[in-house]
């Protein structure tokens, strides 16, 4: 059972900072893997940050650096903390579920497209610009 709801989206100038939120209830939650992933306009759906069953933590190349991925056990929310935001950056963000007993670099490694549907959140909107 997974049920995944974001928030912390918003419009944002370059160099900005944003906080996402992600509350999530999940089945034998301290077991799974929780990432970020996002969609631009006209790409495809990419990881950008996990933190996984372990506690590791990794992030996309793109985004290492700036962002950072963390999560209050106590609560079951995951966040991402979003710094020195650029107009690339601008996308659909999703809190997804990406499997259990997966460390951060394995939930990474993941095709978007192989996790199930149910496991995504409805996303919440970034726009970085001037």
Same mark, same amino acid.
């Given at each position: 059972q997974v049920q995944l709801s974001e928030s912390g989206g918003g419009s944002v100038q370059? %160099?900005?900072?944003?906080?996402l939120s992600c509350a999530a209830s999940v089945s034998?939650?301290?077991?799974?893997?929780? %990432?970020?992933?996002?969609q631009a306009p006209g790409k495809e759906r990419e %990881?950008?940050?996990?933190? #996984?069953? +372990?506690?590791?933590t990794g992030y996309s190349d793109s985004v290492? #650096?700036?962002f950072t991925i963390s999560q209050d =056990?106590?609560?079951?929310? *995951?966040? *991402?903390?979003? =710094?020195? *935001?650029?107009?690339? +950056?601008?996308?659909?963000?999703?809190?997804?579920?990406? %499997?259990?007993r997966m460390t951060a670099i394995q939930a990474l490694s993941v095709m978007p497209t192989a996790i199930p549907i149910g496991n995504w959140g409805q996303g919440t909107r970034v726009t970085v610009s001037s």
């Open positions: 370059p %160099g900005g900072s944003l906080r034998h939650y301290r077991y799974y893997c929780l %990432g970020w992933f996002r %990881g950008v940050a996990a933190i #996984g069953s +372990d506690g590791s290492k #650096g700036r =056990n106590t609560k079951n929310v *995951l966040y *991402l903390q979003m =710094n020195s *935001l650029k107009p690339e +950056d601008t996308a659909m963000y999703y809190c997804v579920a990406v %499997g259990p």
